[in-house]
């Protein structure tokens, strides 16, 4: 049984009630409060304070300050008006009554309190998401700007460029065209007749000019002839231009192939009950492929299973296992399996960009069927770069990407 708090005080005015509780010695920490229109609670254990009011108050703008000792309460009355009594006399059934509304009253006011604040979260956060996604909008569209700008800056340089060899090109033909109408006219000119000893001699002034002339003529070069010049280019694996690919990696990617064939003879101690064929990862491998276009995924199962044992270095045979194990709802399987392959898939060259595109859109999509969308999301951008172009990546990845949205709204 608690015990009933009796020396407190109390005073008002016509618009206010003023109550002050002594705390006997509770720090202010242990007390509590509870207040509405009719009732105030004071519970600091083993004491225990309750009134009954004589006029409703307003509790939304009631005050209390615990401190100093005491508990003083401020409340506003609803009617203006001087009061008999600070408490009511009411039975027990009343007074029953009346303790569980108030404590109903408060746990409805605390789940507002609590919705309001949820409420106010998830605003921010969606105002904090648009902000992000704005500023982000603003950079890419800051950095296309630049690209745009640099782009028409060096499509101007190239065009220039081209005026310039267009103008060179001109002048040399031109100047080439002068030099076979003067040699043409050369060998137009009539030979004169040598003139008789004793009829004229050209004077010494004259033979200069005539020099002059046989000499300008001799300097002036030969048309150049036609001819024709095949040019070989060093054979490559990749399809890119050797100054567009990256050596290292390339060579690090056919070193990899390379041992996995090597690799496929390996282990047969233990497998000698197989026929020729089955020993074949690459028989094997089509026969899983045939089982899973015919819709037998576990056949298909069992034969890369078998292939995986004959050889773990073929990244084709995790990514259709993997394949195999989505249709059969073994998503974990299926992630484990894709992750393989995306490891067997390194370096990341031209030549393995398909199948590293289907591991990612494997993984992704089995992340997304366990509900894990900003995993499965991850994934798919990753897909979206080998391939930027592929509009049903763009879609599954926006539906995705709303998804992912609207989870962070609910939550």
């Given at each position: 049984?608690?015990?009933?708090?009796?020396?407190?005080?109390?005073?008002?005015?016509?618009?206010?009630?003023?109550?002050?509780?002594?705390?006997?010695?509770?720090k202010?920490?242990k007390?509590?409060?509870?207040?509405?229109?009719?009732?105030l609670?004071?519970?600091?254990?083993?004491?225990?304070?309750?009134?009954?009011?004589?006029?409703?108050?307003?509790?939304?703008?009631?005050?209390?300050?615990?401190?100093?000792?005491?508990?003083?309460?401020t409340?506003?009355?609803?009617?203006?008006?001087?009061?008999?009594?600070?408490?009511?006399?009411v039975?027990?059934?009343?007074?029953?009554?009346?303790?569980?509304?108030?404590?109903?009253?408060?746990?409805?006011?605390?789940a507002?309190?609590?919705?309001?604040?949820?409420?106010?979260?998830?605003?921010?956060?969606?105002?904090?998401?648009?902000?992000?996604?704005?500023?982000?909008?603003?950079?890419?569209?800051?950095?296309?700007?630049?690209k745009?700008?640099?782009?028409?800056r060096?499509?101007?340089?190239?065009?220039?460029?081209?005026?310039?060899?267009?103008?060179?090109?001109?002048?040399?033909?031109?100047?080439?065209?002068?030099?076979?109408?003067?040699?043409?006219?050369?060998?137009?000119?009539?030979?004169?007749?040598k003139?008789?000893?004793a009829?004229?001699?050209?004077?010494?002034?004259?033979?200069?000019?005539?020099?002059?002339?046989?000499?300008k003529?001799?300097?002036?070069?030969?048309?150049?002839s036609?001819?024709?010049?095949?040019?070989?280019?060093?054979?490559?694996?990749f399809?890119?231009?050797?100054?567009?690919?990256?050596?290292?990696?390339?060579?690090?990617?056919?070193?990899?192939?390379?041992?996995?064939?090597?690799?496929?003879?390996?282990?047969?101690?233990?497998?000698?009950?197989?026929?020729?064929?089955?020993?074949?990862?690459?028989?094997?491998?089509d026969?899983?492929?045939?089982?899973?276009?015919?819709?037998?995924?576990?056949?298909?199962?069992?034969?890369?299973?078998?292939?995986?044992?004959?050889?773990?270095?073929?990244?084709?045979?995790?990514?259709?296992?993997?394949?195999?194990?989505?249709?059969?709802?073994?998503?974990?399987?299926?992630?484990?399996?894709?992750?393989?392959?995306?490891?067997?898939?390194?370096?990341?060259?031209?030549?393995?960009?398909?199948?590293?595109?289907?591991?990612?859109?494997?993984?992704?999509?089995?992340?997304?069927?366990?509900?894990?969308?900003?995993?499965g999301?991850?994934?798919?951008?990753?897909?979206?770069?080998?391939?930027?172009?592929?509009?049903?990546?763009?879609?599954?990845?926006?539906?995705?990407?709303?998804?992912?949205?609207?989870?962070?709204?609910?939550?």
């Open positions: 049984m608690p015990l009933l708090v009796r020396d407190y005080t109390w005073t008002q005015t016509e618009t206010t009630v003023y109550i002050s509780v002594p705390l006997k010695g509770v202010p920490a007390v509590d409060v509870l207040c509405t229109e009719e009732f609670k004071v519970s600091f254990p083993p004491f225990l304070f309750e009134a009954f009011l004589s006029e409703p108050v307003d509790d939304d703008k009631s005050v209390a300050k615990l401190g100093n000792g005491a508990a003083v309460f409340l506003p009355k609803k009617k203006e008006g001087l009061w008999t009594q600070l408490s009511r006399d039975d027990k059934a009343k007074q029953r009554e009346i303790r569980d509304e108030a404590i109903l009253k408060t746990q409805n006011k605390a507002e309190k609590s919705k309001a604040k949820a409420a106010k979260i998830q605003q921010e956060k969606k105002y904090t998401l648009e902000t992000m996604m704005k500023l982000e909008e603003e950079e890419q569209a800051r950095i296309q700007t630049m745009d700008k640099e782009c028409a060096a499509t101007a340089e190239l065009e220039a460029w081209k005026e310039k060899q267009r103008k060179t090109a001109e002048e040399e033909e031109a100047r080439r065209m002068l030099q076979g109408a003067n040699t043409q006219a050369d060998k137009q000119v009539p030979k004169q007749k003139p008789e000893k009829a004229q001699t050209p004077s010494r002034n004259e033979g200069r000019i005539n020099s002059g002339k046989r000499d003529q001799k300097d002036v070069p030969a048309p150049r036609v001819g024709c010049i095949k040019i070989s280019f060093t054979p490559r694996v399809p890119t231009a050797l100054r567009e690919s990256r050596v290292p990696e390339e060579e690090e990617w056919l070193r990899k192939q390379a041992e996995a064939r090597r690799m496929a003879s390996a282990d047969l101690a233990q497998l000698d009950d197989l026929k020729e064929e089955e020993k074949n990862p690459d028989w094997l491998k026969k899983g492929d045939n089982f899973f276009r015919t819709g037998n995924c576990q056949a298909a199962v069992n034969a890369y299973n078998l292939a995986i044992k004959l050889n773990r270095h073929v990244p084709a045979l995790f990514s259709n296992r993997a394949a195999c194990h989505l249709k059969l709802r073994n998503l974990h399987k299926a992630i484990e399996d894709s992750s393989q392959a995306l490891e067997l898939l390194t370096p990341a060259v031209a030549d393995n960009a398909v199948a590293r595109l289907r591991a990612h859109v494997r993984r992704g999509t089995a992340f997304c069927e366990l509900e894990l969308y900003i995993e999301l991850q994934d798919y951008q990753a897909a979206l770069k080998i391939d930027p172009n592929n509009q049903a990546l763009q879609a599954d990845a926006s539906k995705i990407r709303e998804i992912v949205q609207g989870t962070m709204s609910s939550s």
